[in-house]
């Protein structure tokens, strides 16, 4: 395993809409999400899109209850993932990225998500997400569509904190 180096913003790469996964048995796949699994504990975070380490793929991994220290403890791996229903619109307090490290804001998600994604068999499956789990789903398949959480806000909020990024990454 190997840990990979994380695409802050601006990169392109975060910008841009990442392919469908049609090869299962590729074992360069199986060596990436593994890659992915480490960085994303290493950072730490508890999600990871494949865009953020520079591969262009519809994959992101998730651990909604990492404690520090504590690996795999409820990894979770969605490949071409993808939002068909959701409800129960809240403010969420605080939401970071790996990609904009050292700042956050307040965003609008949505409480509860009902997505289909496939597993590393290639086999269909449907997953209804509350609460973090739905955040972080929202946030990361966002990411494999080229979008930030950024995105969200109005240009103002944005400016801000954009501002306040750039000053963090000059010191
Ligand atoms: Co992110």
Redesign the pocket.
């Known amino acids: 395993m190997a840990i990979l180096k994380i695409e802050k913003y601006p990169a392109v790469v975060l910008k841009t809409k990442t392919k469908l996964i049609s090869n299962f048995k590729d074992p360069s796949l199986q060596k990436l999400i593994q890659d992915m699994e480490e960085t994303m504990y290493t950072a730490p975070g508890i999600?990871l899109?494949a865009n953020?380490v520079g591969v262009s793929l519809h994959l992101a991994v998730i651990d909604v209850d990492y404690k520090d220290g504590e690996h795999n403890k409820n990894l979770r791996i969605f490949i071409n993932p993808k939002i068909v229903e959701k409800s129960d619109p809240i403010v969420f307090e605080s939401e970071g990225?790996?990609?904009l490290p050292g700042v956050s804001e307040t965003t609008k998600r949505y409480n509860k998500v009902t997505i289909e994604y496939q597993n590393l068999k290639g086999e269909h499956q449907t997953l209804t997400a509350e609460k973090l789990l739905a955040i972080a789903l929202q946030?990361?398949i966002d990411?494999l569509n080229g979008k930030?959480?950024i995105d969200h806000l109005s240009s103002l909020k944005r400016d801000l904190l954009l501002k306040k990024f750039k000053k963090i990454l000059s010191q």
């Open positions: 999600g899109a953020q990225c790996l990609s946030h990361e990411h930030l959480y």
